[in-house]
């Protein structure tokens, strides 16, 4: 659970062996929020034991409610495809549900938000549920389902606000060096703008005027390429997924959606890669301030 304390103040923390809740309060709102992260387990019985104790916690801790994960359980049959389908866990889960005084937006997005690594069957476990007051202090908030490209399961995406985060600066990253063309760059830059003495007497010149324009003009080519690969690759396993909530899929399509999910997972690691060094960028600029948000192995 991430949160920014200039926007929420942390009052308490509760833990439990299947969620963790804390409370405290935001900023320009005067009710304290709640927020539980929920994983809930596949056992009749402690799914049971785990309302009762969700259901204690919400009584004691007082103001706006947000409860989201896995729940392992949907509200009616038709939120199972091909899956075995519980009536008596069901009609305990929505008697929680009801008995908490916890509503569901709307989701967009898909249908279900959990499928087998084959496509073979899926359900709607993942879920978002919030208190009456939550609801109408943000009757149009918008829950949608996000595509599921690394995991079996859909990030679930509840917006209240629109955000704009900025332009993004300018970073020469480590896994920039291994993609190909990044040497020719770099020759390229010192052939064409330095030769002998002037190396060593225009090197920090050199790195941030030529390298920079020119490793920028790459990089975003390399860009454009990359994230068409990569969008092509998330259209197509996503068609795939939603093909697979009406039928059968043919063995082709199954290796498809592999192959598919292959190049995004491989987009991804990448990604993490540059994080990591991003993280250890801030951490020697910032200290220990930065240190509770990252942590590399």
């Not at 949160?3 to 942390?10: E, F, I």
């Not at 896995?70 to 929680?96: L, Q, T």
């Not at 985060?165 to 060096?177: A, D, I």
Request: net charge positive; with cysteine; proline share 2%.
């Amino acid at each position: 659970m991430i949160w920014d304390p200039r926007v929420v103040k942390r009052i308490d923390t509760v833990k439990r062996e299947y969620f963790v809740a804390i409370s405290g309060s935001i900023e320009g709102i005067e009710e304290n929020l709640n927020v539980c992260n929920v994983y809930v387990p596949n056992d009749v019985q402690k799914k049971t034991t785990v309302w009762k104790e969700l259901s204690w916690l919400k009584q004691r801790l007082q103001g706006l409610w947000l409860l989201a994960g896995d729940f392992n359980e949907v509200r009616v049959e038709e939120d199972r495809m091909n899956s075995k389908f519980d009536a008596y866990g069901e009609m305990v889960f929505n008697k929680f549900i009801a008995d908490a005084g916890l509503l569901e937006y709307h989701m967009s997005g898909s249908r279900f938000t959990f499928m087998t690594e084959s496509g073979s069957s899926m359900s709607k476990i993942d879920r978002i549920l919030v208190c009456d007051t939550f609801m109408n202090k943000w009757p149009c908030a918008k829950l949608e389902a996000l595509p599921r490209h690394l995991s079996d399961h859909n990030p679930l995406l509840l917006s209240c606000t629109a955000k704009d985060y900025g332009p993004v600066p300018f970073r020469l990253y480590n896994s920039w060096l291994s993609k190909e063309g990044m040497d020719d760059i770099i020759k390229s830059a010192i052939d064409n703008h330095v030769n002998g003495e002037d190396w060593m007497k225009n090197m920090g010149a050199l790195l941030k005027k030529k390298f920079k324009i020119k490793i920028k003009e790459w990089r975003k080519a390399e860009k454009e390429k990359e994230e068409k690969e990569v969008f092509k690759a998330k259209k197509r396993v996503e068609e795939i997924e939603l093909k697979a909530e009406k039928q059968k899929l043919k063995e082709e399509e199954k290796e498809e959606r592999v192959k598919g999910r292959l190049i995004i997972r491989n987009h991804e690691k990448q990604k993490i890669a540059d994080l990591k060094q991003k993280a250890k960028i801030n951490w020697a600029r910032l200290g220990d301030e930065n240190s509770g948000f990252f942590f590399t192995r």
